[in-house]
Nanobody, 126 residues
Framework: VQLQASGGGLVQAGGSLRLSCAASGRTFSSSNMGWFRQAPGKEREFVGA????????AYADSLKDRFTISRESAKNTVYLQMNSLKPEDTAVYYCAAGTFVFRVTEAKFPDRYDYWGQGTLVTVSS
């Protein structure tokens, strides 16, 4: 699976962005998809994930009220809708794919994912 993230950019605080992650390959439908982010000088952190079926989702507690993940099988694409953005959301956002058994408690670990995209930069100005 190859992953291509896009949709990042510069946005003012309070604004919204939708990131996309397009997947190539035949395993998208069987892959759980996750989003992670890494801010300058910080470790990579879990944002959210959606199961291969799209029926289950997991979010970082601090983000679940503002961020929403969805997937569109016909386009082999997963989305991250980000609302009410804050300067502390500034980071490089990465999408990832993995075929582990989806559990909310497992989806937050980067080592569950086998494939990673190149990242897209989101900058939120105050």
């Amino acid at each position: 699976v190859q992953l291509q993230a896009s949709g990042g950019g510069l946005v003012q605080a309070g604004g919204s962005l939708r990131l996309s992650c397009a997947a190539s390959g035949r395993t998208f439908s069987s892959s759980n998809m996750g989003w992670f982010r890494q801010a300058p000088g910080k470790e990579r952190e879990f944002v959210g994930a959606v199961s291969s079926s799209g029926r289950l989702a997991a979010y970082a507690d601090s983000l679940k009220d503002r961020f929403t993940i969805s997937r569109e099988s016909a386009k082999n694409t997963v989305y991250l809708q980000m609302n009410s953005l804050k300067p502390e959301d500034t980071a490089v956002y990465y999408c990832a794919a993995g075929t582990f058994v989806f559990r909310v408690t497992e989806a937050k670990f980067p080592d569950r994912y086998d494939y990673w995209g190149q990242g897209t930069l989101v900058t939120v100005s105050s």
